[in-house]
């Protein structure tokens, strides 16, 4: 999952710089503290799905182009190691 998190930071930067936002203004445009862009974009945080909705509006773009779960499986990422039954 850290290769995913770094892909789709460094996607969320340079959509960012792209169109001039600082991570100040792109937090206030999401309802979060630039602290929180900061640590997506360095790959220290995965965004939640509602969260990413909310990105993507605000740069105006899909999803796809923020982060592309293409190449991802299942099979390469164990599962947490935790009392939750097997999904």
């Known amino acids: 999952m850290q290769l ?3 892909r789709l930071g460094k996607s969320l930067r340079d959509l960012r710089k792209k169109q001039g ?3 100040e203004r792109l937090a206030l445009m999401i309802g979060t503290k630039h602290s ?3 640590n997506i974009e360095r790959g220290c945080a ?3 799905f509602p969260d990413v909705v909310k990105l ?8 796809k182009d923020l982060a592309d779960v ?4 299942c099979s390469e990422h164990p599962p947490p190691s935790d009392d939750h039954a097997p999904v």
């Open 4 to 6: 995913y998190a770094f």
């Open 21 to 23: 936002l600082t991570q």
């Open 36 to 38: 929180r862009i900061s």
């Open 46 to 48: 995965i965004p939640s």
């Open 56 to 63: 993507c509006r605000a740069l105006e773009v899909d999803p």
């Open 70 to 73: 293409s190449t991802l499986k």
